[in-house]
C-alpha cells in the first residue's frame, strides 16, 4: 500500500459512487415511470376532451386542425372511417381498434398512441405522442436532480481527500519529527495533542530514544573514565622512564624507542578526553564573542616552536573577525588543524592560514604543501581512530587518528561547515571552515 | 489436456443442422426505427434475418428473448440467425437507441 | 437515454474491470510490479478503437458472420490466456515471471478491446446530436465510475484477504469469469448458426430478469442468461470443469515434482 490518505479516498470514493449512484439510478427509474404515468394520463385526458369538444359527425378531409408536431389525433367511425384528424395525422389507421396504448411507427418516428373508444357517438378518438419527446421531456426532469450529484461527488471527492489529510496530520507530524531528528538527538518526541491511536506508538518510541540514549551516555562516559583514570598510571609511567633514564643514562634505542610508545600513549589517551569534552553534547552552548583572526596568531604563537623545528614558514593573512563560540573548543580546533599541517608539510614548508569575513559568514581556511589526501578519502578521515596510510611515502607519523573527530565535533558544535580540497601548492590539503554568522568589529 | 479440448471444440464446431436454406427475413433500421416493428415467422423454422441499418450510426440488435447481440455499423447489414422457436412474441430493441427502436418478432405456427 | 448508457456502458465495464482488478490484486499480493497491468489496459484500448473502426469490414467477413467470430475468438482467447494463466500459478513457478505477466497482458488486452469497442461504437454513434449527447456521455460516465468503484472494491477486498487465500479467492473468480466467456463464445456461435440453437432449458426470467439491473450485473459477471440452451450449460460446465482440471493437474505435477 503506497499511501493511506490515496488509498483512504479511493475506497470512500467507491463506496461513495456505487452506494449514491445505484439509488440515485433506482430513483431515476421510478421518477421516469412516474413520468410516463403522468404522461400516458394527460393522453387520456386529451382523448376525453376530444371526445367532449369535438360533436361534429360529418367527415372533414382537409386537415385544418393544427396540432404542435409531437401530438396528433384521429377520429374514426364504428365502421373505420377516417371522421377527421389533425393535421399531422396520417391517413390510416395505424393500430387496431381496442381500447388501449400502442407503441408504432408514422412518420419517421415512434408514437405513443391511445385508442379510446367514445360511448357517446360509437366512435374511435386515437390520440399520439411522439416517445421520443416524450422521454426526453421525462428525462429532463430527472437529469435535473441528477446532475448535481456529479458536481456533489467531485465536492465530496476534495473534501474526503483534505478531511483525510487533516485526519493523519498527527501521523505526518510524527514521522517528520522523526525525520528531522539529528542522528544524535535522543530527546523523546514532543506532540502536545495526541491522538489516541498513535499514543502508545509515541511512547514507544520515546521509551526506544531513552534506552538508546541511556546505553550512549554509559559508552561515552566509559571511554571517558578509562581515558581519565589511565592519566594517572601513564604520567607515573612518564615520571620513572624519566627517573630510570636519568639513573641508568639515556644511549640506547631502547630508552628513546620506550620514551615515544610512553608519550604516544599520553596523547591518545588526552585526544580521546578531548573528544569527550568536545562532543555537542557536553559542551553546553556557552557562546562568547571571540575574535578569530587573534586566536589564531595566539594558537600560533604558543605552539611556534613545533614550526621552527622544523623551519616551516607559517603565514596568517585576514582582518581581526568575531565570531560567536567556544573558546576552549575553538582553540582545540585551530591547535589540531596547525598541528596536523605541521605533521604533514615537509621540511622547510609552506603553512598559510587565512581568516576573513564572507557574504556568508566568517571563513578560516589552513592550507599546506604536504602530500595531501586522496579526494576519496575526504569523507573517512573524519572517522575516529581512522588515518590516510599514504603507500607512496614510508613516513611515519605520530597520530591516534582523532584529531580531525575532534575538528568535526568542534564544526557540529559551531553550526558550521568544513569542506576539503586540493591546496592552492600544488600539492598538500586546504581545510576550508565556514561559521555561518560573525560580527564585524 | 489442451489438445483434446480443442478436438472437443472442432466437433462443436461443426453445423448440425445445415440441410436447408432458412428463409430470409429483412427487417429495415431508419431513424433509429425498425421496420416492420412487428414481424410474423414461422413456429420450429431457423429463419435468417437480414438487418439492414440505413441510419449513418450503429446500432445493436438485442434480444434478450431470442438471445441475440449484434452490432449493426451505420449503413451496413447484418445477418442474425433466429430460431427454430415455439410460438409466441420475442420483443427486441436496438440498445443504441431503445427508447424508439423497439420491435418483436411473433411467432406463429406456420399452418395458422 | 441516460439509464441505458448507465447499464449499457456499465455491463461493458464491469468485465473488463473484474478481469484487471483480479490481475491487479495478483500482482499486489505477489508483489510484483504492477505498471505492465496500465501499458496492457492502454493496448486495449488501442485495440478497442480498432476494432470499432474496422468493424463494417469485419462484420461482413464469413457471409456476414465475421462480428460473431471474432467475438468467439477473443472470448475464446481470454479463456485460453485466464487458463494457462491458472496453470502457471498452480504450478508454483517464481514469480515475477514473464509468461505469467504476457499472459496477464493478453487476456487484458482482449477483454478491454472487446468491452472498449462497444462503447467507443455506442458513443460515436451521438456524434451529430448534442442534446442526447449529454445524457450518454452523462450516463456512459455514470456508468464507469460504478463499475470502476466495483473493481476497487473487488481489488481491495482481495488484497485485505492473507494472500495465501488472496490466490485462492483470484482462482475462483478467474474460473468464473472464464465460464462466462465461454459461455458468450457459444452464444456467438449460435448466433452465427456454427452451433445448432436448440430450445431453452429453463426459462427463470420471472426470478431474475435479464432486463433488471440484477440480472445485467450477473450477466456481467457470470454470463447470466435466463434462458439458455443446452450447448450453453454444456460448454459452461465444461469449462469450468477444465480449469479445475488445470488448477489440480498443475498442483498435483507440483506436488510429483517435490517428492521426486
Known sequence: ?441 | MMKYFFICMAIMLIPLNSYAAPPVFEILIKDHLFYPDELVIPANTKVKLLVKNQDATPEEFESYELNREKVIPGNTQAIIFVGPLPPGIYPFFGEFFPKTAQGKIIVKESGK | MLLNSVILVLREVLEAAMVVSLFMAFTTVSQQSRYFLLKAILLGLVAGATYAYFLPEISNWLEGIGQEITNTIIHLGIYLFLTGFLWLISSNILLPNRLVKAVMMAAIILAISRESAEIMLYISGFRSDHFLMRSVLSGSLIGLAIGVSCGIFLYHLMIALKPAAATKFICVLVVIVGGSMMSQATQFLIQADWLPSTEPVWDSSHIISEHSLPGQLLYALMAYEATPTWSQIVVYLTSLALMILVIASARFLQDQSKYD
Open chain 1, 1 to 441: 500500500m503506497k499511501s493511506i490518505r490515496l488509498y483512504l479516498l479511493l475506497i470512500l470514493v467507491a463506496t461513495l459512487i456505487l452506494v449514491m449512484f445505484v439509488s440515485l439510478l433506482k430513483g431515476y427509474q421510478s421518477s421516469i415511470e412516474t413520468a410516463q404515468g403522468l404522461f400516458d394520463e394527460r393522453l387520456i385526458n386529451t382523448a376525453e376532451l376530444i371526445a367532449s369538444a369535438h360533436v361534429d359527425q360529418t367527415t372533414s378531409d382537409s386537415a385544418q386542425r393544427p396540432t404542435s408536431d409531437y401530438l396528433f389525433f384521429q377520429i374514426w367511425d364504428a365502421n373505420g372511417q377516417l371522421l377527421t384528424r389533425s393535421d399531422t395525422a396520417p391517413h390510416i389507421a395505424l393500430s387496431r381498434f381496442e381500447k388501449g396504448f400502442y407503441d408504432v411507427n408514422f412518420n419517421g418516428f415512434r408514437w405513443h398512441n391511445y385508442v379510446y373508444p367514445d360511448p357517446q357517438f360509437q366512435r374511435w378518438i386515437v390520440v399520439g405522442e411522439r416517445s421520443d419527446v416524450r422521454s426526453s421531456m421525462a428525462e429532463d426532469i430527472v437529469l435535473a436532480t441528477i446532475f448535481p450529484a456529479f458536481f456533489g461527488i467531485v465536492i465530496a471527492a476534495i473534501l474526503i481527500w483534505w478531511l483525510i489529510g487533516t485526519g493523519l496530520k498527527p501521523l505526518k507530524n510524527l514521522s517528520r519529527q522523526l525525520a528531522s531528528k539529528q542522528a544524535d538527538d535522543l530527546r523523546p518526541i514532543e506532540m502536545a495533542p495526541l491522538p489516541s491511536e498513535m499514543s502508545q506508538l509515541v511512547k514507544i518510541i520515546n521509551q526506544l530514544f531513552w534506552r538508546l540514549d541511556q546505553s550512549f551516555q554509559r559508552e561515552q562516559r566509559f571511554a571517558a573514565d578509562a581515558a581519565h583514570e589511565l592519566r594517572t598510571p601513564i604520567s607515573a609511567l612518564q615520571i620513572h622512564l624519566h627517573n630510570l633514564r636519568q639513573t641508568y643514562g639515556d644511549n640506547t634505542e631502547d630508552w628513546q624507542l620506550m620514551q615515544a610508545a610512553v608519550d604516544r600513549m599520553g596523547h591518545l589517551v588526552n585526544q580521546i578526553l578531548m573528544l569527550y569534552r568536545t562532543a555537542p553534547e557536553q559542551i553546553a552552548a556557552k557562546d562568547e564573542s571571540i575574535d578569530l583572526y587573534k586566536l589564531t596568531s595566539d594558537v600560533i604563537a604558543r605552539d611556534y616552536q613545533q614550526f621552527d623545528k622544523r623551519q616551516q614558514h607559517i603565514e596568517l593573512i585576514g582582518d581581526s573577525v568575531i565570531i560567536q563560540g567556544h573558546m576552549f573548543a575553538l582553540e582545540t580546533l585551530l591547535q589540531n588543524l596547525l598541528n596536523n599541517a605541521s605533521k604533514y608539510a615537509p621540511t622547510n614548508g609552506h603553512i598559510v592560514i587565512h581568516v576573513h569575513q564572507t557574504e556568508k559568514g566568517v571563513r578560516l581556511t589552513v592550507e599546506d604543501d604536504g602530500p595531501g589526501i586522496p579526494p576519496d578519502q575526504y569523507e573517512r578521515i573524519f572517522d575516529r581512530f581512522y588515518r590516510y596510510q599514504n603507500e607512496n611515502s614510508d613516513l611515519q607519523l605520530p597520530g591516534c587518528g582523532l584529531g580531525l573527530a575532534i575538528v568535526r565535533h568542534i564544526i557540529d558544535m559551531h553550526h558550521a561547515d568544513i569542506k576539503l580540497t586540493q591546496s592552492t601548492f600544488g600539492s598538500g590539503l586546504k581545510v576550508v571552515i565556514d561559521f555561518p554568522v560573525a560580527f564585524n568589529t
